[in-house]
C-alpha cells in the first residue's frame, strides 16, 4: 500500500452509509469489504427493500446505497475494500484489483504506529454470471403507500429487442481482418451517429435524412440466441428511431446473442426509470416466462444489465416527452453502436409537451 491509498476511518459500534457510484467507463465491478456484512438499501436513486450481502455488483452508472455495520470493539487488523471487473466478453480487461482499506479509529491507549495486518475479502470470479443474476434478483421496491411501486399494470406496445455483437465492413481509411470490424446493435441495427441533434431535428419536424422512424419491433430474423450463431453476421446500420404516443406504456425484453460472444451489457434508459419485472438464463419464452413476472415489488432502475446469455424484461411509462437514448453503458460498446433512440411525442396538456429551446441555443 502507498500513502495514496484511499483509506475509511470508522468508529467501533455505528452505522455508517456508503453511497457506491460506478464511475468505470468498461468494467462491472464486484465490491466487497473483507468481514464485513453490507445492507442494500437503495438502487438508482430508488428505496430497496434492505438485504445483506458480502458482495455488490455495480454496472457502470449504476448507483448502490449500502449501510455498513462497524464491529463493537477495535479488531487488531485493517479490512482492504476491494473491487474486481465482472467481465463475460471474449476480449481482454483489467483484471487488478482495486484495494482501499477500512480502519478502526484507535483508543488513546493503543499504539497508532501499530502496523495491523490486512484482511482481504473473497471476490467471485470474474465471469461468475451466476452470482450476478442471484445479486440482482434480490433487488425489490419498497412498495408501500409512501414509496409505491407504480407498474403499468397493463401494456399498450411490446418490444423484442436482441443485443450484441456482430461485424460490418471496415470504415474506410482504415485496414481490418477479412475487411470487417466489431460492432454492437440492438435487433440487429448499429446505431449511426447523426451530425444533426435527434431532439433539434424531432422539434423542428426536420427529420428527413436525421433519423427514420422504422426500428423493428422484433429481431429481424429468429435463430437460437444463446446457441449456435447464424453463419451470416453481418449486421445493419443506420439511425433508426421508434415513435411513442405520449403516455404509452411498453414492455421491452432485451436478449442477450452469442453472435461473437456471450457477453453482460448493462443497458442505460435516459428519461425514463423502468421496473425490473424478471430476468433468466437461454432464451426468453413467451409462453412460460411471462407468468413468472414480479408485478408487485419490481426493482425500479434506469441501468439493469442484460445477463451474459439471458433475457431481462422491463416497464416503464413514456410520460416524458423528447428523444431518448438508451445504450450500453460499456463505453466501448456504445461507440460500436449498441444504442438506438424513442422519440415520445407530446401529449395534450400544457405541461406535456417539449418546452421551447432559448433564443440562443445554438444549432447543430
Known sequence: MNADTFKLRVKPGKTYLLRLINAAL????????????LTVVETDAIYVKPFKTHTVLITPGQTINVLLQAE????????????RPYATGPATFDNTTMIGILE????????NSQKLPLLKPELPKFNDSTYAMNFSKQIRSLATAKFPA?????????FFFTVGLGILPCSQNQTCPNNTRLAGAV??????????????????NQSKGVYTTDFPVNPPFKFNYTGTPPKNIMLDSGTKVVVLPFNTSVELVMQDTSIVSAESHPLHLH????FVLGMGFGNFDPKKD????NLVDP????????????????????DNPGVWFMHCHLEVHTSWGLKMAWVVNDGKGRKQKLPTPPSDLPKC
Do not use: C
Not at 187 to 204: G, K, T
Not at 290 to 293: D, E, G, L, N, Q
Open 26 to 37: 468498461n468494467d462491472e465491478l464486484f465490491v466487497s469489504i473483507a468481514n464485513h456484512t
Open 72 to 83: 463493537s470493539k477495535v479488531p487488531k487488523t485493517n479490512f482492504a475494500m476491494a473491487a
Open 104 to 111: 478502526y479509529e484507535k483508543s488513546p491507549s493503543s499504539k
Open 150 to 158: 407504480k407498474v403499468p399494470q397493463k401494456v399498450d406496445r411490446h
Open 187 to 204: 435487433n440487429n441495427v448499429s446505431f449511426v451517429q447523426p451530425s444533426i441533434a435527434l431532439l433539434q431535428a424531432h422539434f423542428f
Open 271 to 274: 428519461g425514463f426509470n423502468f
Open 290 to 293: 411471462p407468468a413468472k413476472f
Open 299 to 318: 426493482a425500479e432502475r434506469n441501468t439493469i444489465g442484460v445477463p451474459a446469455g439471458g433475457w431481462v424484461t422491463i416497464r416503464f411509462l413514456a
